[in-house]
């Protein structure tokens, strides 16, 4: 029982800190909330940003509906309990990503400025990045790859964002993107030009 | 709109594959799932090989139950439905730092074949690597660190692995470790040179 007792104090001395992750990745982490209507183009901005980066040699992840809602959140629907279940799960990964060192970027529409909220106070000072993808109503629906807004439109579906379901908009986001008038490189590297000017991609 | 759909296919080209990812990090990425017994030493071992790798350049997390049921796992119980998903949702969060390209350390009892085996199918060949820490009930109970067994033998808490609820050897894992008669720096060892002699740790 000693011997085991003086390996549990070496435990102590084994655990790899948020710091050391740091350290070896030679740059800070955080979460990019990337946040606004379907069809904004969150997830198109979060990629390239997510290319861009990756390029300089800054480890990043991106967690959006691919590969959230088939896998951790499959088990979730559309209600309002589940929309909120979804955003604080994503939330909680999203801060497991960032204890790991990396720059998470996450790509959902989460409407509910509460729920937004609730994954900026789990997470640390600066380490929350709330990215307001701002395009209007008019130019998402003008797009819509995916005939959403045009089922929505017919009541075909139920809840949707910005047709029979607020968007509420961040009141204090730490950026905020002009996606009706800008093209996406354009917006990815004003993303990227914010992390470097704070600096995010030094240790 | 022919601007943007020429944007949608630049974004193909932009997603960051898992490849890419490997490449940058200089080394391959797979879940390491230790389980076993409370106080058999999974978590210690864990950490300690998390250390080792970490100090070799190689990118790693560990979850537990301190980042993991005080974050993501929080609004579940130890029912056995809770029990399940608990394991689900590990499996699969696991599975997106995989895809980051890390290598992730998991340190959970997860006592029932069935919900590890879930775990395996969600991930690729290779890497779902099973280490069982093998320490015998008497082993375990006389170490007892946080007098769960004490609790459990005297009926103070229901459904405890080992007592009064059973634990599933895995049948197949990738690595057995004799924690009744080894020390964790030399179990640890033994894990390192599995992932050295299985190429997991060049790219």
Redo the contacts between chains.
Sequence with gaps: ?T??KA??V??HD???SKE??LK??GHKSAVLWFTGLSACGK??VA??V??IL?EK?I?????DGD?VRM??NK?LGFSAEDRT?NIR?IG??A???C????FVLTAFISPYRVDRDRVRE?LGEGEFIEVFVNASLETCE??D?KGLYKKARAGEIKGFTGIDDPYEEPENPELTLDADNK??DELAEEVVAYLDSNGYLSA
């Design positions: 029982m011997e085991q390996t549990n070496t435990w084994h655990t790899v050391d992750r070896l990745n997830s198109t990629n390239t997510d290319h990756h040699g480890h990043t992840f991106v967690l590969n896998g951790l088990n279940e799960r909680e990964v801060k497991l990503f204890d790991a060192g990396l789990i003008a797009r790859p093209g996406i």
